[in-house]
């Protein structure tokens, strides 16, 4: 029988159909499925897989070395890549188109050129002019960086090898990138796929470090991608809100390190500046003494940042009532709500809900739970929480508030910004150790939420006296009210 010619791939989750659909079964997406054509493989095809080489065996223990890595020179990547660069390691950056991919990468390959190392910038969506302006803008013109503007493969790959002692390469984006053995366009997941083997083949033959750029999607996958995650060594998000001048670097996957690390940039005239101190950032334009304000102590990989979050309730005009979210996870707020009705007693049924992270930070952590709950139950009492006091803790189904990691980085972040108080659940921990109180921190240890409410809502809380930190910290709120 002859072998089909062409197979219909999904462009967001590449899922392959032999036949072409509206809809992709896999992931759900709708006009995502493209035909492509087969990939003729050269040698004896349906042949089983004989004559090969002999591998050697060995045994797990035995002698190895922490990967050798190159510091880039900018601290706040450096940090999500665990370090550095290491050799021979393949990176992905993913983000929305302009959210500033490009111009963070010439912003390191710039640095890390001017360190010493032969660092190459393959362009092929910008052309040569176009990157020099960049870099004119960046303040980095003068940088020792090999430039080139390309996007077929093989010329690619024939430079490539035709070079000694690379450093690191930059292929911006892979997606502009096409081989031209395949009849798909680039961009599509067959081109995309090839043509970063290929690239990863050289990186991992010639030791050098290679960063792909690729588009996200508007579902936010890479576009043609999941395909790319598995064969990369570490990927990277950088992502922020339009209209906000902070970005964030994001690891998702780092085979050389943690990957829930995050860098802080704020996007200015002359390029990306680090963020030393990022909740000073988030926290720069809140007014205290609003109703519907909480600051939350999180922790983004062993990094704490303090951001605010903020509910709105609205009157709801009929029919199910809205519930708008920014920064959060809408699951989990619906979640909520339904513990501060069932256990708390405080109903929101008939009010519309909006919630929004300041700054447009996105929170994941279930830490937030507690912070959440005290915006929505002091935008209900339309009481303001105290401007001094953060907040942190898991919320379970019975309205009981969990420990959570990281309790004393947390608590560190926020004496460190000022704050004299911290909410917090009962401060003993799986292991029985009491947490160490930071010098001037305060703390309210909530068991249940419905104390939060009750101490929101103007109500003493029930069966727990203040401690006399806490009294310290509500006489500080009130001299400052
Ligand atoms: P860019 O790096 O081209 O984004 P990407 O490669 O992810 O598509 O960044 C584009 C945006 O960044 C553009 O809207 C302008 C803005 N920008 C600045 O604000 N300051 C700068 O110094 C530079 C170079 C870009
Ligand atoms: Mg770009």
């Not at 006091?389 to 460190?416: D, P």
Request: proline share 5%; with cysteine; aromatic share 4%.
């Amino acid at each position: 029988m002859a072998r089909p010619t062409a197979r219909y791939v999904c462009q967001s989750c590449g899922a392959v159909t032999p036949k072409w659909a509206g809809k992709c079964e896999s992931c759900g997406g709708w006009n995502t499925i493209v035909e492509e054509a087969v990939e003729q493989r050269p040698g004896p095809a349906g042949k089983a897989a004989v004559g090969g080489r002999r591998v050697a065996l060995v045994p797990l223990k035995g002698s190895s070395e922490p990967a050798p890595r190159t510091p880039i020179g900018i601290a706040e990547f450096d940090r999500v890549l665990g370090g550095g660069l290491v050799p021979a390691s393949v990176l992905l950056l993913g983000g929305d188109p302009g959210i500033g991919k490009s111009t963070i990468l010439l912003q390191a390959a710039a640095r890390l050129a001017g360190s010493g190392a032969k660092v190459l910038y393959i362009s092929g969506e910008e052309a040569i002019e176009q990157v020099r302006l960049r870099a004119l803008r960046l303040g980095v013109a003068d940088a020792p960086l090999s430039l080139a503007s390309a996007t077929a493969l093989r010329d690619i790959a024939t430079t490539l090898e035709g070079e000694r002692d690379i450093g690191l390469v930059v292929i911006d984006s892979i997606q502009t990138v096409w081989l031209d053995t395949l009849d798909s366009a680039p961009g599509t997941v067959a081109q995309v796929r090839a043509c970063a083997a290929e690239l990863i083949r050289l990186a991992k033959s010639r030791g050098f470090a290679l960063v792909l750029v690729g588009h996200v999607t508007k579902e936010g996958a890479l576009a043609g991608p999941r395909v790319l995650e598995h064969m990369v060594d570490a990927v990277l998000y950088f992502e922020g809100e339009r209209g906000h001048a902070f970005r964030i670097l994001r690891g998702v996957k780092n085979r050389f390190g943690a990957t829930d690390e995050i860098g802080v940039f704020e996007m200015t005239g002359h390029g990306l500046e680090e963020v030393a101190n990022p909740s000073a950032l988030f926290l720069a334009e809140r007014r205290g003494h609003v109703s519907g304000s909480a600051v939350f102590a999180g922790v983004e990989g062993t990094r704490p940042v303090l951001v605010e979050v903020q509910a709105l309730l609205a009157p709801s005009a009929g029919g199910s009532p809205r519930r708008a979210v920014i920064g959060w996870d809408s699951g989990r707020l619906s979640m909520l709500l339904a513990v501060l009705e069932t256990r708390c007693g405080l109903s929101l049924a008939g009010a519309d809900v909006y919630l929004n992270v300041a700054g447009g930070f996105r929170v994941t952590e279930p830490a937030a739970d507690l912070a959440v709950a005290a915006a929505l139950a002091s935008a209900a009492a339309d009481r303001p929480t105290d401007a001094a006091m953060v907040f942190f803790g898991e919320v379970g189904l019975s309205g009981e508030v969990r420990m959570v990691a990281q309790a004393e980085a947390r608590l560190k972040e926020a004496a460190k910004l000022g704050f004299s108080a911290a909410a917090l659940p009962r401060r003993v921990g799986g292991n029985g150790r009491a947490l160490a109180l930071p010098e001037g921190l305060a703390a309210w240890e909530v068991g249940h939420l419905s104390d939060l409410v009750a101490r929101l809502s103007g109500d003493r809380p029930s069966g727990q006296g203040r401690s006399r930190g806490e009294r310290r910290a509500v006489a500080s709120q009130e001299g400052a009210g």
